[in-house]
């Protein structure tokens, strides 16, 4: 009775420690919840790199305090999610992300840890310009292009060109082929795009922020 006791409570401190309390992250305003060690060292990891990734690259600083929760379960087809209007981003945890990386995805050949960083990079621009001058109703379109842009923006040169593997490199983007349409109804062919359109630029960082000051519009008015 006395040994089952025992394993019942180191079995009990072996959980507590493998779900640990909140992380801060060091450099930001950035809290993790529900991480394992050292799933809050590579969260924190990714926070550090999309802080360098905007600040090379004319996306604004996120100032204000913010949450990511890990979690194992999102929707279908869902990796990260920002919650608008709330600081606070859901991410599915490293191996849940991993068990649901398909692939036949573009992203097939990133390294997990490198996937999942990237994601929480697309996620955290999401929070990033969240104040970024809209004219219209949403600013569907930019919103994505620049969350995207920044997510390969953040991965190694060699990673990016896994992420390219397959691409026509030689075929110029217009700006009409960032659109709704190909948003819905192809993703993965709407981020290639969008980092082939930011790579064809004369000065790609430049139009980042002509995008974050409202100069460039990607959206279009829409009537009913």
């Known amino acids: 009775m006395h040994a089952l006791k025992a394993t019942t409570a180191v ?3 072996l959980s507590w420690s493998a779900q640990a309390g909140p992380v801060s992250c060091d450099g930001s305003d950035v809290t993790v919840y529900g991480a394992r060690p050292q799933d ?3 969260t924190c990891a990714a926070v550090a790199r999309a802080k360098q990734t905007f600040e090379s690259c004319n996306v604004p600083p996120i100032t204000r305090p913010l949450r990511i929760d890990l979690v194992e379960t999102l929707e279908a087809n869902c990796f990260g999610q920002y919650h608008c209007g709330e600081d606070w981003i859901e991410l ?40 970024v001058p ?11 292009y620049l969350a995207y842009v920044m997510q390969i923006r953040s991965l190694s040169p060699e990673a990016q060109l896994q992420f390219l593997k ?19 109804m192809a993703p993965d062919i709407f981020a290639r795009k969008s980092w082939l ?7 790609p960082c430049g139009f980042i922020g002509q995008i ?9 008015e829409r009537f009913e």
């Open 92 to 131: 599915l945890s490293p191996s849940a992300m991993k068990a649901k990386h398909l692939p036949g995805s573009i992203y097939a050949d990133l390294p997990d840890d490198a996937f999942f960083q990237s994601i929480l990079v697309h996620e955290l621009t999401h929070a990033a310009i969240k104040d």
């Open 134 to 144: 809209c004219p219209f109703d949403n600013c569907l379109i930019a919103n994505e």
């Open 11 to 13: 079995l009990m401190l």
């Open 197 to 203: 359109h930011f790579t064809q630029r004369e000065d």
């Open 212 to 220: 974050v000051e409202g100069t460039v519009l990607l959206d279009y």
């Open 40 to 42: 809050a060292q590579l």
């Open 166 to 184: 397959g691409a026509d490199l030689d075929s110029k983007i217009s700006r009409d082929e960032l659109n709704q349409m190909i948003y819905f």
